[in-house]
């Protein structure tokens, strides 16, 4: 429980602040409970004066990656917005505000003729959960653009951190603990004639083909292990339609998990738990999470570091 003098001090650094705030609408799955305390932010002093009161915060971005808990998030949840979410555009790099979506980012460089964000096409993050996840597709993921990461640490400082000091690999990144990304600096080349802009096109079509964007969902549930896809074991495990309440496995593309209609948070995660479980039970392969629990689940909610070790051995 965040105690009155840290609330007072918080509305001292300028930022809204809004209690008990409903985070539903913000997640793309549209379940799991408020955050004690929301706080939008518009200046990187304000981030910086927030940090300073409190030590840990949880960041939203679009929630397109979060499943966020029933009973919601305690403590400080924080919204970018602002110059925080603004976006500055120089001869061959870009500097991007955390809270800017990246659907806006694309197209704010086609308008200017640039390309350099085609990784992030029709990935419906922000450019600081982006950073966090290295978001990515087949046209590259966030690592190969961004050439530095500033972040605002607990207390306040601010640092810049090369592309190698935040750690990127395969939907993941190590930046120093606590840290929230304030903005990222990609690298931009001249697309004038639109040729960059032609081939997202092509790959967006192909997307809306192939996955299930009708129903809420996390995107990728779980990561693709080495040398194969997470998607076509769930689908050879006989996991498509497989449902808890009103979370379902999409009959499209089985590692899309989706609200179906008044799914609670806990239902996806006993989806996700049980889903792991049998593709472990028959192929013998652990899958990884890509999605990001926020609230206090406890321990291990997916079992991850614990394996499988309930299950029915493979073999
Ligand atoms: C339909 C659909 C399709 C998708 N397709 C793809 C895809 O092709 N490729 C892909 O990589 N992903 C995909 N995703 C997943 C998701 O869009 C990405 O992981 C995205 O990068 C998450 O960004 P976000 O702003 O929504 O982050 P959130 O979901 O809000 O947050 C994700 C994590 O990042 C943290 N975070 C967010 N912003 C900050 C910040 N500024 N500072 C510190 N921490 C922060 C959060 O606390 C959380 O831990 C898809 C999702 C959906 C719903």
Known sequence: MLSDDVITALGATGAKLTPQASLTRKAYWKCGGPAELLVEVKTLAQLQGVMAVVDRVTVLGRGSNALIHDAGISGVVLLLKGELAALEIAEDHAWVGAGMKLNALLNRLDQAGMA??????????????????????????????????????????????????????????????????????????????????????????????????????????????????????????????????GAVISELHANFFLNDGGASSEELRQLIVHARRVVYQQTGVLLRPEVKLLGDWGPDPLGVDEGCADSVQPG
């Open 116 to 245: 350099g964000a085609e990784p992030f096409s029709g990935v419906p993050g922000t450019m600081g959960g982006a950073v966090v996840m290295n978001a990515g597709t087949r046209l590259g993921e966030a690592k190969d653009r961004i050439e530095s990461v500033e972040v605002v640490l607990p207390g306040g400082a601010v640092v810049t951190l090369t592309a190698e000091e935040c750690g990127f690999s395969y939907r993941h990144s190590a930046l120093p603990a606590g840290a929230v990304v304030s903005r990222a600096k990609i690298a931009l080349s001249p697309d004038p004639d639109g040729a960059r802009m032609v081939q997202r096109e092509g790959f967006l079509v192909r997307r809306k083909a192939t996955q299930p964007l009708d129903k809420p969902s996390c995107g990728s549930t779980f990561t693709n292990p080495e040398g194969d896809s997470a998607g076509r074991l769930l689908d050879a495990c006989g996991l498509k339609g497989h449902r808890i309440g």
